[in-house]
């Protein structure tokens, strides 16, 4: 971040006693440049960004109620918007991230076309997003800082003395738009190598936080997809370590690594490990394979792999495609191994256990088992809209009213009818529309979550408005559709992009103009602009 602005001023002063440059430039547009200029590189960004993670675990730490929240955001533009609601509505962003998802880019940002979550899109997407992200957020703080130096300007031409050390202070207390991103990179798109060579460019594009998951990255699938492969730890830790190197070369030293857990949902495996010695991560690897007794009616065949298990042989159940199964309702005991393996033997920071419904307490029993071996252990949570949440907490709290005999189980219907808008306003719609207003206090809580995100808000949040404005657009209301829903809500809610010229810097070149202009600038902010409406906004 930039020095205060009289320290700024200082320097330049130095430079040019005379208060401008032999070429006509003042020092009062240098300062305003300099402190404009947020970051001088992305990688500089992910160094701070990376410590303010670092100071947001600590306080998590002493009190699991200052958890840290974030919205998966596909385009700069929605996570500018993100935090620029969100600095309005709470006055500031701190505790907010943003969420960078494979999911939207294999999706929506790749040059493929819409693609399924199973790392198909290209490398670079997730760069470049990374990349956009920051330069929206770095463009916030130009716009906001402009205003700001708008009213500094005024107050010196009115000769406000106060003003003017008004506006200083606001200048020097101002709060910037960039926060850390939680970057995801999927499986590693490839060996651990090529994990180390993307780590290092979604470091450069300003990454702070990795997310890196256990799967198979050929055979990589979508967490809430059925399919799943996953790698023996050794593996998932040499990943690790590649991004761990990659921070550490580029000089991210509080670099944080997320190591996600897909083994919940995952029943196969694609090779058998190598095991040195018992209790060796291999062997502990090893024994949760689906075998089968090798008798004169299943001997072992030209082409098997034989498997020594308690001083006789043994066949893992292989499918045609070479795939390895592991034993049936194995999934927690597995979930709970490998987190213990990437804190204490991979070096993650966090975990993220990729569940199939959102319930505190399966989550919480999962974490009281982790930290018995590693009593800091802390989650970042998907709170996913794959799950369908309503209906899950519905049928949460139907069976949690029966089993304490509040209600009879003909009370309410146990399929899929509880969805019903008719149930809306019942104790138990009530019930369960509390229970989502507390899911993340309560899972951050009594579950270990010091992140909670929710990976594909954006992707929903413009397929359900764009259905709306196109009912009314292309229906009867028209005009009024989108006024009603859109602009008049943008005036009355204070969202500042109503003024859509200046949300996207007119008025800094505006400010650029006149700087190496003056009186010649020709601007667009004249009275004939037709944004001059919105003023009273």
């Not at 070479?322 to 490998?338: P, Q």
């Not at 989502?436 to 954006?458: C, M, W």
Request: charged fraction near 25%.
């Amino acid at each position: 971040m930039t020095a205060p602005y009289s320290e700024i001023r200082q320097s330049v002063l130095q430079r040019y006693p005379s208060g401008q440059t032999p070429g006509g430039v003042s020092i009062d547009d240098i300062i305003q440049l300099k402190i404009q200029n947020t970051y001088s590189t992305h990688l500089d960004i992910a160094r701070d960004m990376a410590k303010i993670m670092r100071t947001d675990m600590a306080a998590y730490d002493q009190d699991p109620t200052k958890f840290t929240q974030s919205l998966g955001c596909w385009s700069g533009f929605h996570a500018q918007q993100m935090i620029k609601a969100v600095k309005r509505q709470r006055g500031s962003a701190k505790g907010v991230y943003v969420y960078l998802s494979g999911w939207m880019v294999a999706g929506l940002r790749n040059r493929w076309g819409h693609l399924p979550d199973q790392s198909m899109h290209e490398k670079t997407a997730v760069v470049d997003l990374i990349e956009e992200i920051y330069t929206s957020l770095r463009q916030a703080d130009e716009v906001a800082l402009n205003d700001l130096f708008k009213n500094l300007k005024s107050a010196r031409d009115a000769g406000d003395s106060v003003a003017e050390q008004k506006a200083i202070a606001a200048i020097d207390s101002f709060e910037s738009h960039v926060v850390p991103i939680i970057a995801d990179i999927d499986a590693g798109f490839g060996n651990e190598h090529a994990t180390y060579l993307l780590a290092k460019e979604l470091i450069k594009a300003g990454a702070c936080c990795l997310q890196i998951e256990n799967q198979v990255s050929d055979a990589k699938q979508c967490g809430h997809q059925d399919g799943k492969v996953t790698v023996p730890r050794e593996d998932f830790i040499e990943k690790l370590r590649a991004c761990r190197l990659a921070f550490e070369e580029l000089g991210v030293d509080d670099g944080v690594i997320v190591a996600r857990t897909d083994s919940l949902g995952a029943s196969l495996t694609q090779k058998v490990p190598v095991s040195q010695q018992p209790g060796d991560l291999a062997s502990e690897y090893i024994k949760w394979l689906k075998t089968e007794e090798i008798t004169e009616d299943n001997p072992a065949r030209d082409g098997d792999l034989v498997l020594a298990s308690d001083g006789g042989f043994v066949k893992p159940v292989r499918l045609p495609n070479g795939l390895f199964a592991f034993k049936d309702d194995t999934g927690r005991a597995r979930v709970i191994e490998d987190c213990i393996t990437s804190l204490k033997e991979g070096g993650a920071d966090l975990l993220w256990i990729e569940t199939a419904t959102p319930d505190v307490m399966e989550i919480a029993s999962m974490v009281d088992e982790i930290r018995k071996e590693v009593p800091n252990a802390k989650l970042t949570y998907n709170n996913s809209p794959s799950f369908n949440w309503t209906l899950n907490l519905r049928k949460q709290v139907r069976a949690q009213w029966i089993a304490e005999g509040k209600i009879n189980e003909d009370a309410y219907p146990d399929g899929n009818e509880l969805m019903s808008a008719e149930f809306d306003e019942t104790d138990l719609g009530r019930e369960a529309d509390q229970r989502l207003r507390e899911f993340q206090y309560d899972i951050s809580t009594k579950a270990g979550v010091f992140h909670n995100l929710i990976t594909l808000p954006t992707f929903h949040l413009t397929a359900k408005g764009m259905d709306e404005l196109s009912e009314g657009y292309f229906g009867e209301d028209r005009m009024l559709s989108y006024v009603g829903n859109i602009q008049r809500e943008e005036i009355r809610r204070g969202i500042s992009a109503v003024k859509h010229q200046h949300e996207v810097g007119s008025d800094l070149g505006d400010t650029f103009k006149e700087m190496v202009g003056g009186d010649r600038a020709l601007k667009a902010g004249g009275t004939k602009n037709t944004m001059n409406q919105f003023e009273a906004a």
